[in-house]
């Protein structure tokens, strides 16, 4: 995770809820004060009763230093249901030219983000569905480290919190998912961690790949199935997140 410079290293070792009760101070801008002011639940929570917000970028690379967010989706939920009515989509403009593979990765193009708004123009929007809510995503070296470089080119701050990550868990259930040579000639496969590879193990259905709101509603599915194939709704969230 990308960390903000000027939050101090003791506010950085502290447990998660204490780390948000200490940045709520310690932050200037509005939008995350009002983010760390809504808490963050305890370790020992049951994830049963933890609200949750599956959350997917698509952006024009893969650096976040170097590359921006293009689109966000994102859809809060629990284990029990998965709250389509509230879920959320906006594409919006980044601050460097899409590139011609970004564009054929995940079809959004030059018309498409011409009159779109800046991250900063809907940031209010974006964390009301965030607020107090531990997010999910599929790959955690994306959507942490692009929103906390996007806070501080806008806002001159980053930004820090927990998060579950369906393919780390995927990547713990299959630590040799990457055969060795010699089984790879008796025709042993590697197992993919990938989103929807890892939906068809659990007998999800398929979605077409990289729309962010799509991806985040499988993301939020393939959690769902995780708990329910390999741990408890008891299982506290701090043995989750990360």
Not at 66 to 77: E, W, Y
Not at 141 to 162: C, K, M, S, T
Request: proline letters at 8%.
């Amino acid at each position: 995770m990308s960390d903000s410079a000027s939050v101090p290293d003791g506010i950085k070792c502290l447990p998660w809820p204490e780390q948000f009760q200490a940045l709520a101070k310690h932050t200037k801008a509005p939008v995350l004060k009002a983010f760390y002011e809504a808490g963050c639940v305890a370790p020992d929570t049951p994830v049963c009763d933890v609200p949750m917000v599956a959350l997917d970028f698509e952006t024009t690379g893969l650096e976040s230093e170097a590359h921006s967010i293009v689109s966000i989706g994102l859809v809060p939920f629990t284990l029990d249901a998965i709250l389509l009515s509230q879920a959320k989509h906006w594409i919006v403009r980044p601050k460097l030219p899409l590139h011609q593979m970004s564009v054929t990765f995940h079809g959004i193009t030059h018309a498409d983000i011409e009159k779109a708004p800046d991250l900063s123009d809907i940031l209010e929007e974006v964390f009301a569905s965030l607020n107090g809510r531990i997010p999910v995503v599929h790959f955690r070296h994306i959507e942490r480290p692009f929103l906390d470089v996007a806070l501080q080119y806008r806002l001159n701050e980053g930004i820090r919190f927990p998060l579950v990550d369906t393919m780390a868990i995927e990547a713990h259930l299959h630590p040799d998912r990457q055969p060795s040579f010699f089984k790879r000639l008796i025709g042993e496969k590697p197992v993919s961690i990938r989103l929807s590879d890892s939906r068809k193990r659990y007998g999800l259905p398929h979605y077409a790949a990289h729309n962010a709101l799509i991806d985040a509603i499988a993301t939020a599915e393939l959690l769902q199935a995780q708990i329910q194939h390999h741990f408890s709704p008891q299982t506290p969230i701090g043995d989750l997140w990360l």
